[in-house]
Nanobody
Framework: QLQLVESGGGLVQPGGSLRLSCTAS????????IAWFRQAPGQEREGVSA????????NYADSVKGRFTISRDNAKSTAYLQVNSLKPEDTAVYYC??????????????????WGQGTQVTVSS
């Protein structure tokens, strides 16, 4: 069974950057599509970005286009979310999730089966 662990969150000032990591174990990472979601207190989980198993296709929510970049290194069983130009409204717990088939790039949480425990990102001055 695929297991996912996120890391890289923290406290950052507005305009700052972070690189979130999602490291997988327990199954063949390169078979799975990966997505990032976030959830702020009192709000529904929001899709942020997704990447196909090959890394060739990506998808972004309109709210993060041009600021966030998703990538993956299948040799390291790790996916990344580079988050730049952070705003206070980006504050949330960020989760990575995985699903098959690998060509999925939807950012709908109902499409994803395996989830990590989340990493907190706080944007504040």
């Amino acid at each position: 069974q695929l297991q996912l662990v996120e890391s890289g969150g923290g406290l950052v000032q507005p305009g700052g950057s972070l690189r979130l990591s999602c490291t997988a174990s327990g199954a063949t990472f390169e078979y799975y599509a990966i997505a990032w979601f976030r959830q702020a207190p009192g709000q529904e989980r929001e899709g942020v970005s997704a990447i196909a198993s090959s890394g060739g296709n990506t998808n972004y929510a309109d709210s993060v286009k041009g600021r966030f970049t998703i990538s993956r290194d299948n040799a390291k069983s790790t996916a990344y979310l580079q988050v730049n130009s952070l705003k206070p409204e980006d504050t949330a717990v960020y989760y990575c999730a995985a699903t098959r088939p690998g060509w999925v790039t939807a950012i709908d949480p109902d499409e994803y089966v395996y989830w990590g425990q989340g990493t907190q990102v706080t944007v504040s001055s």
